[in-house]
Every structure is written in structure tokens, then in C-alpha cells.
T-cell receptor
Framework: GNSVTQMEGPVTLSEEAFLTINCTYTATGYPSLFWYVQYPGEGLQLLLKATKADDKGSNKGFEATYRKETTSFHLEKGSVQVSDSAVYFC??????????FGDGTTLTVKP | DTGVSQNPRHKITKRGQNVTFRCDPISEHNRLYWYRQTLGQGPEFLTYFQNEAQLEKSRLLSDRFSAERPKGSFSTLEIQRTEQGDSAMYLCASIRSTSGEETQYFGPGTRLLVL
């Protein structure tokens, strides 16, 4: 079956530090890949996505590249802010539309 | 377009009671999904509808759980004889699959606590 593995957290960084959150996946076929962000007490918000190999998704300074050869979709940001503190979920989506999520990585950014 | 809405946002109930949650998807979104999220975990797929037809149910969806989408618009998720293990966040998402779009739009969730 499909699965997503994220690097374990929590991750604590100082403001303006570089962020990487690793994500690898196992899937049949050619899934689309997503990063979602969840703030305390809220639902999931789509951060970025990529639908085919070598696509790069980007939004709000975050980037991730769909790497089919390494089955990875690592999230990066060059300079994090305190407001980026949240839980980040990597997910894949099949053509049925249902998503498989990783367990989430909690990011805390300190001023 | 007001986004996906879910009601109630919070529910506290005693073990053995029945609860029902409602999800209103984005209008014209023909697919609707239910997920369950427990603390420290990612959301897990429960079931989904295309219009009013329930097309798939996860093994996580025990006989105590039932979901409906009678008119192909809003959906309800009912849990009968709740157990403490049912305590979780229940998330709803929708897609307009006819557009080829795969991005799921999530609601804010209903947080259930079973005492």
C-alpha cells in the first residue's frame, strides 16, 4: 500500500535559519505530492504541491521538488520566521483523490 | 466560495452515546472525504463519496461508524455507542474531480472527546 515517511520532530530553529523537513514515499503508480501546514486548533492548509516528477512546488518561500528517483519530496525554506511555527504534513494523493499522510513534523521557530 | 465547513467544532460525549458530525463541502465539489486524526499522527482516510455514492470505506471504519451524503451536497458522519478510542479530530475535505484537480480542501475539523 501507499505510505509516507517524514523526518521525526520536533524541529527547533532560530529565526532566519534554513529549514529542511525530509519526506519519502512509497506508492503504486504516479501520485501527486503535497505539503500541508496545520496551526494549533485548526484544519489543514495546503502549502504547496507537485503533480509529476521534477516538478517544483513553491509558496510563501517554501519549496519542494518531486524526485521520482529517490521517491522524495523534501520541504525547504531559506529563512524561517516565528510565524512559520506549526505542524507540517507531507502527503501523497492517488487518482481516487484520497490522501495518505505522514505523521507530521512540528516546527518551532524562536526569535 | 466560503470553504469547507464542519459542525460542531468540538463535541464532548460520554462513552456509549451516539454522535453525528456534519460537513458542508465547497459548492460544486463532487467528491467528499472523511479523515480521522489522532494526537501526534497524520490524518487517516475513512471514506469518500462521489456525489451521493459512497465509493470506498477504510477498514478503520468499524460497524459503529456510518456516513451519508444523501443529496450529494453535505455529508454526515455518525458514530454509535462511542468508545474512548474514538476520541480524535474528524476532518472533512472536498474536491471538484471533474476539473482534474486533485487538491483537497480541508475543513477546520470536529474534535471529539469521549469520556
Amino acid at each position: 500500500g501507499n505510505s509516507v515517511t517524514q523526518m521525526e520532530g520536533p524541529v527547533t530553529l532560530s529565526e532566519e535559519a534554513f529549514l529542511t523537513i525530509n519526506c519519502t514515499y512509497t506508492a503504486t503508480g504516479y501520485p501527486s505530492l503535497f505539503w500541508y501546514v496545520q496551526y494549533p486548533g485548526e484544519g489543514l492548509q495546503l502549502l504547496l504541491k507537485a503533480t509529476k516528477a521534477d516538478d517544483k512546488g513553491s509558496n510563501k518561500g517554501f519549496e519542494a521538488t518531486y524526485r521520482k528517483e529517490t521517491t522524495s519530496f523534501h520541504l525547504e525554506k531559506g529563512s524561517v520566521q516565528v510565524s512559520d511555527s506549526a505542524v507540517y504534513f507531507c502527503a501523497l494523493c492517488t487518482n481516487a483523490g484520497k490522501s495518505t499522510f505522514g505523521d507530521g513534523t512540528t516546527l518551532t521557530v524562536k526569535p | 466560495d466560503t470553504g469547507v465547513s464542519q459542525n460542531p467544532r468540538h463535541k464532548i460525549t460520554k462513552r456509549g452515546q451516539n454522535v453525528t458530525f456534519r460537513c458542508d463541502p465547497i459548492s460544486e465539489h463532487n467528491r467528499l472525504y472523511w479523515y480521522r486524526q489522532t494526537l501526534g499522527q497524520g490524518p487517516e482516510f475513512l471514506t469518500y463519496f462521489q456525489n451521493e455514492a459512497q465509493l470506498e470505506k477504510s477498514r478503520l471504519l468499524s460497524d459503529r461508524f456510518s456516513a451519508e451524503r444523501p443529496k450529494g451536497s453535505f455529508s454526515t458522519l455518525e458514530i454509535q455507542r462511542t468508545e474512548q478510542g474514538d476520541s480524535a479530530m474528524y476532518l472533512c475535505a472536498s474536491i471538484r474531480s471533474t476539473s482534474g484537480e486533485e487538491t483537497q480542501y480541508f475543513g477546520p475539523g470536529t474534535r471529539l472527546l469521549v469520556l
